[in-house]
């Protein structure tokens, strides 16, 4: 029986979502507190900034 740890899982899927075109960020890089910060606090689950701008661009139709 194989046993998986997070750190295989994890590469298995940043490997995966490279295949689809996703963009793989270090996560210490958007960190809260360095200069590309994504989100103020690690308890922000989404980053509104991409999800907004992926939005936009899904519909661009749309007002902001």
Do not use: K, Q
Request: no cysteine; proline share 8%; aromatic share 8%.
């Amino acid at each position: 029986m194989s046993h998986f740890t997070e750190s295989v899982l994890e590469e298995a899927v940043l490997e995966y979502l490279g295949s689809l075109n996703w963009d793989i960020l270090f996560g210490p890089e958007i960190a809260p507190g360095e200069p590309g910060a994504e989100r103020g606090d690690y308890r922000d689950v989404l980053l509104t900034g991409r999800l907004r701008a992926a939005l936009e661009r899904l519909n661009p139709s749309l007002p902001a």
